[in-house]
């Protein structure tokens, strides 16, 4: 494992928007050249077994969590099967130790373990230790390498650092150095690469966090960091490992989301790269995503998944792979009692913190759907009524497994909004609003991947939209409803939502120019809470609060232009 500290390559550069942009989109969409990853492309066979069949062949296997956020028990999770959703049970550190150790045995010394991010924030336990619970469960799990995530800031870039130098395994990140107002300015936060030697054969694996994590997150959690762009640097470091250390595999490991995954690989800067892991969107990658210079797949989240890769190599040449995800099943994975152990200890501390009741719920909230979920009306429902707004606004958070009919506590509070803010109220015009929705929109479901942020719309309470998804931007609006009553241009409502530590006052939910700005002496935690004991026991479903006229039903992904389906 090498890094290069205070070189020319790692002079602060700033990025703006437009460069991200640009990053993304000018390069064109051609196949790659490089000849291990069109043999690699083209040797998809998922259901068929593979194996070594001589000493100089090896069969390789890497496993894949992301974005377990915190979530360290068995819990619902959210499936789509013949156009209806089927909650099933999944998930939990003890039962994905169990997989782990399975596979092992399958392909003894053989086997490498990453996570590709967002581990150690998104749940109560995670929030009220500040990561610190995360990483001792981690630690017993076997993990081989890790990249930190665009949320694993949420604690303060030097938290962020000392979380990560906990583990007991490499964290490795190619484009996150401090900038002026850092420790060690110019200097990276992480090794750039790390190189393993797995069965004989000689691996680099670089990795890449989200350059839009200051922009996407609360700017004052990352104000020490700056961001590359993964373009600027994989040529140097495919160089490297391959010409300087001799790596016969190059695997990059990414937390950008699906969509910005998928047109990464097709860069030309991506040849010579072989496999690309991926995170951030929560997306499932049931098969690998082909068609650019190395394959893409993304496992789910909250541990519900593993990926499972396995690579023959033969004179360190990919002869052949298998890709399968991996669902971690209550049925068909026990509990490790090693690791039940250790998350129950884990958690004792805080059970009289997280077991305490705030309300109850009839039906499942759950997320998942692009447009607008349960779990989100029911916060945009509290902060218009804590606030008296007129319309209540939330991010489209990706935060929590399904909850369950019946007793709401206080950790799923914190699975459904893992930080709590401020709630900040503001008054703007009806054009306002609607030019920022179709800001919004945009961000979502732009054309041009480049101009994709997140992937959810933003949620709302007290206005209905009606738009077109295959509209360009500035058309995709087509009506907007204020209580009950059509949009007027020309006239004032308040708005309300939840505070960004360090962002201008007059940025609301990043609705800008906010007029007469006021933070509240109320956080979202206590709204949330008071409107569940205010309203009793409480059922939410999918309204029509966002209403697309080409769209029926769910729309679970935003990525166009592939065989891709969430499901």
């Known amino acids: 494992m090498c890094q290069k500290c205070g070189d020319d390559t790692h002079v ?36 068929r077994e593979i194996a070594a069949t001589s000493s100089r062949v090896k069969r390789l296997t890497f496993l894949q969590t992301t974005d377990i956020h915190g979530q360290v028990l068995t ?57 610190r619970a995360m990483v001792r469960i981690m630690n017993r799990m076997g993990y081989d390498l890790a990249i930190p ?14 979380l990560s130098r906990s583990y007991n395994f490499p964290v490795i990140c190619s484009n996150m150095v401090w900038n002026g107002q850092g420790p060690q300015p110019n200097r990276d936060l992480f090794p750039e690469y790390y190189i393993k030697e797995l069965g004989g054969v000689r691996i680099g694996f670089i990795g890449y966090n989200d350059p839009l994590t200051k922009v996407r997150q609360s700017p004052a959690w990352s104000k020490e960091i700056q961001f590359g762009l993964p373009t600027d640097s994989i040529p140097r470091l495919v160089d490297i490992l391959r010409n300087n250390y001799k790596c016969q595999l ?21 040849q010579g790269v072989d496999f690309l892991f991926g995170g951030d969107t929560h997306e499932r990658t049931y098969e690998p995503i ?16 593993v990926g499972r890769l396995d690579v023959v190599v033969e004179d360190g040449r990919i002869k052949d792979y298998t ?52 779990m989100d009306n029911l916060i945009t429902d509290a902060i218009r009524d804590a606030t008296g707004a007129d319309i209540g606004f939330s991010n489209g958070f990706r935060f929590s497994p399904p909850i369950p009919p019946g007793d709401l506590t206080v950790e799923h509070l914190y699975s459904i909004l893992p930080t709590n803010s401020q709630l900040e109220i503001g008054r703007v015009t009806g054009k306002q609003i609607w030019d920022w929705m179709e800001k919004e ?31 360009p931007y500035g058309k995709r609006v087509q009506s907007i409803t204020i209580g009950g009553e059509p949009l007027q241009p020309n006239k004032t409502y308040t708005i309300a939502a939840c505070v960004r530590e360090g962002e201008d006052p007059t940025v609301l939910c990043r609705f800008k120019n906010v007029r007469d700005p006021h933070i509240l002496d109320l956080d979202v935690f206590q709204a949330i809470e008071n409107f569940l004991k205010k309203k009793g026991p409480v059922q939410y479903e999918i309204e029509g609060r966002v209403k697309a006229t080409d769209a029926h039903g769910f729309v679970l992904s935003q990525l166009p232009g592939t065989t891709y389906t969430f499901h």
């Open 75 to 131: 819990h619902p999770e959210f499936f789509w099967e013949n156009n209806t959703i089927v909650f099933r049970r999944t998930g939990g550190m003890s039962r994905i130790a169990t997989l782990f150790q399975r596979v092992r045995a399958e392909n003894p010394g053989n086997v490498f373990i990453i996570d590709t991010g967002d581990c150690y924030q998104g749940s109560a336990l995670a929030a009220l230790s500040k990561g």
């Open 441 to 471: 929109l945009e961000n979502v479901f732009s054309p041009d991947p480049a101009k994709r942020v997140g992937g959810w719309v933003v949620r709302f309470s007290g206005m209905q939209v009606t738009m077109t998804i295959a509209n």
């Open 12 to 47: 602060e550069k700033k990025i703006s928007r437009r460069d991200m942009l640009k990053y993304m989109g000018a390069f064109g969409l051609g196949l790659g050249m490089f000849p291990l990853v069109t043999g690699l492309a083209s040797g998809l066979n998922r259901d």
């Open 149 to 162: 995530g665009n949320w694993e800031v949420v604690y303060g870039s030097k938290a962020l650092v000392d």
């Open 290 to 305: 082909l068609g650019g210079h190395c394959p893409v797949v993304e496992p789910g989240s909250f541990g519900s998944f």
């Open 250 to 270: 190059v695997m990059m490991l990414c937390h950008l989301g699906l969509t910005q995954q998928v047109y990464l690989a097709k860069q030309p800067q991506c």
């Open 323 to 374: 890709y399968k995800l991996l669902v971690v099943e209550e049925n068909q994975y026990p509990e490790d009692p090693a690791i039940k152990s250790v998350v129950e200890a884990e958690r004792k501390p805080y059970l009289p913190v997280m077991e305490r009741k705030i309300g109850e719920t009839k039906g499942y909230l759950y997320r998942y759907n692009v447009l607008e979920t349960p």
